[in-house]
Protein backbone atom coordinates (compact mmCIF):
# COMPACT_ATOMS: atom_id res chain seq x y z
CA UNK A 1 0.00 0.00 0.00
CA UNK A 2 3.15 2.14 0.75
CA UNK A 3 3.59 2.38 -2.75
CA UNK A 4 0.01 3.04 -3.92
CA UNK A 5 -0.31 5.97 -1.55
CA UNK A 6 2.95 7.05 -2.80
CA UNK A 7 1.48 6.89 -6.68
CA UNK A 8 -1.97 8.38 -5.87
CA UNK A 9 -0.20 11.58 -4.35
CA UNK A 10 1.99 12.11 -7.45
CA UNK A 11 -1.24 11.24 -9.70
CA UNK A 12 -3.28 13.90 -7.71
CA UNK A 13 -0.73 16.42 -7.75
CA UNK A 14 -0.06 16.19 -11.18
CA UNK A 15 -3.83 16.43 -12.30
CA UNK A 16 -3.05 19.84 -11.52
CA UNK A 17 -2.56 22.13 -14.58
CA UNK A 18 -1.49 24.80 -12.62
CA UNK A 19 1.40 22.18 -10.88
CA UNK A 20 2.22 20.80 -14.64
CA UNK A 21 3.19 24.34 -15.61
CA UNK A 22 5.73 24.96 -12.91
CA UNK A 23 7.26 21.64 -13.28
CA UNK A 24 5.92 19.72 -15.61
CA UNK A 25 5.95 16.31 -14.60
CA UNK A 26 8.88 16.22 -12.55
CA UNK A 27 7.86 14.88 -8.70
CA UNK A 28 9.81 12.54 -7.40
CA UNK A 29 9.63 9.95 -4.64
CA UNK A 30 12.44 10.76 -2.33
CA UNK A 31 14.49 13.66 -1.28
CA UNK A 32 16.17 15.38 -4.44
CA UNK A 33 19.77 14.53 -3.12
CA UNK A 34 19.13 11.14 -4.24
CA UNK A 35 18.06 11.64 -7.71
CA UNK A 36 20.93 11.42 -10.56
CA UNK A 37 21.37 14.41 -12.30
CA UNK A 38 17.62 16.14 -10.99
CA UNK A 39 16.06 18.58 -13.20
CA UNK A 40 14.55 22.31 -11.76
CA UNK A 41 11.85 23.36 -10.56
CA UNK A 42 10.34 20.28 -9.54
CA UNK A 43 8.64 19.01 -6.33
CA UNK A 44 9.91 16.21 -4.09
CA UNK A 45 7.21 13.82 -1.49
CA UNK A 46 9.49 12.33 0.81
CA UNK A 47 8.50 10.03 3.06
CA UNK A 48 5.70 7.92 1.92
CA UNK A 49 8.06 4.52 1.85
CA UNK A 50 8.43 1.93 4.67
CA UNK A 51 6.24 0.18 6.71
CA UNK A 52 3.88 3.38 7.82
CA UNK A 53 1.23 2.49 5.73
CA UNK A 54 1.07 -1.39 6.16
CA UNK A 55 0.08 0.02 10.01
CA UNK A 56 -1.63 2.61 8.88
CA UNK A 57 -4.91 1.85 11.04
CA UNK A 58 -2.91 1.26 14.00
CA UNK A 59 -0.52 3.72 13.67
CA UNK A 60 -3.32 6.48 12.80
CA UNK A 61 -0.97 8.45 10.33
CA UNK A 62 1.73 8.67 7.75
CA UNK A 63 3.91 11.55 8.06
CA UNK A 64 6.03 12.96 4.93
CA UNK A 65 7.93 15.73 3.45
CA UNK A 66 6.72 18.32 0.90
CA UNK A 67 9.77 20.08 -1.06
CA UNK A 68 9.09 22.27 -3.93
CA UNK A 69 12.43 23.20 -5.94
CA UNK A 70 13.69 25.91 -7.94
CA UNK A 71 16.76 26.89 -9.74
CA UNK A 72 15.66 30.49 -10.30
CA UNK A 73 14.26 31.91 -6.87
CA UNK A 74 12.54 31.16 -4.00
CA UNK A 75 10.00 33.20 -5.25
CA UNK A 76 9.08 29.99 -8.04
CA UNK A 77 9.54 27.59 -4.94
CA UNK A 78 6.67 29.06 -2.88
CA UNK A 79 4.98 29.00 -6.50
CA UNK A 80 5.02 25.56 -6.57
CA UNK A 81 4.20 24.90 -2.78
CA UNK A 82 1.65 26.50 -3.13
CA UNK A 83 -0.14 24.82 -6.14
CA UNK A 84 0.46 21.85 -4.67
CA UNK A 85 -1.01 22.90 -1.33
CA UNK A 86 -4.35 23.68 -3.39
CA UNK A 87 -4.08 20.25 -4.57
CA UNK A 88 -2.98 17.94 -1.41
CA UNK A 89 -4.72 19.75 1.30
CA UNK A 90 -7.52 18.11 2.58
CA UNK A 91 -7.36 15.53 0.02
CA UNK A 92 -9.13 11.98 0.82
CA UNK A 93 -7.22 8.66 -0.32
CA UNK A 94 -8.81 5.83 0.21
CA UNK A 95 -7.53 1.70 0.48
CA UNK A 96 -9.97 -0.17 1.15
CA UNK A 97 -11.70 -0.52 4.09
CA UNK A 98 -9.37 2.27 4.65
CA UNK A 99 -9.50 6.24 4.30
CA UNK A 100 -6.72 8.90 5.15
CA UNK A 101 -6.83 12.78 4.38
CA UNK A 102 -3.85 14.54 3.58
CA UNK A 103 -3.16 17.65 5.84
CA UNK A 104 -0.19 20.13 5.92
CA UNK A 105 1.60 20.73 9.60
CA UNK A 106 4.14 23.67 10.70
CA UNK A 107 5.04 26.24 8.70
CA UNK A 108 7.02 26.25 5.19
CA UNK A 109 10.73 25.94 5.88
CA UNK A 110 13.08 27.92 2.92
CA UNK A 111 16.28 27.66 2.33
CA UNK A 112 19.02 27.95 -0.83
CA UNK A 113 21.16 24.49 -1.08
CA UNK A 114 24.35 25.08 -2.41
CA UNK A 115 25.34 21.55 -3.44
CA UNK A 116 22.32 21.43 -5.66
CA UNK A 117 21.96 25.08 -6.57
CA UNK A 118 18.46 25.77 -6.19
CA UNK A 119 16.07 27.36 -3.66
CA UNK A 120 13.68 25.12 -1.64
CA UNK A 121 10.56 25.50 0.65
CA UNK A 122 10.05 22.43 2.28
CA UNK A 123 6.65 21.53 4.42
CA UNK A 124 5.54 18.53 6.72
CA UNK A 125 2.43 16.38 6.34
CA UNK A 126 0.66 13.97 7.06
CA UNK A 127 -1.88 11.84 6.14
CA UNK A 128 -3.97 10.76 8.56
CA UNK A 129 -6.49 7.89 9.03
CA UNK A 130 -10.40 9.16 9.37
CA UNK A 131 -12.53 6.94 11.62
Do not use: N
Request: charged residues 20%.
Amino acid sequence: MTSRLQELVQYKVLTSQTVRDLIAARIYPHRLESVKDPTLPCACVDGLGGSYVSRLPKVGMIPFSLWCWSRTSIEEAFDIHDAVFSVLHAQQFYFGTVSCVCEEFGPPIDDYEEDLDGSYAMTSWRSVVLE
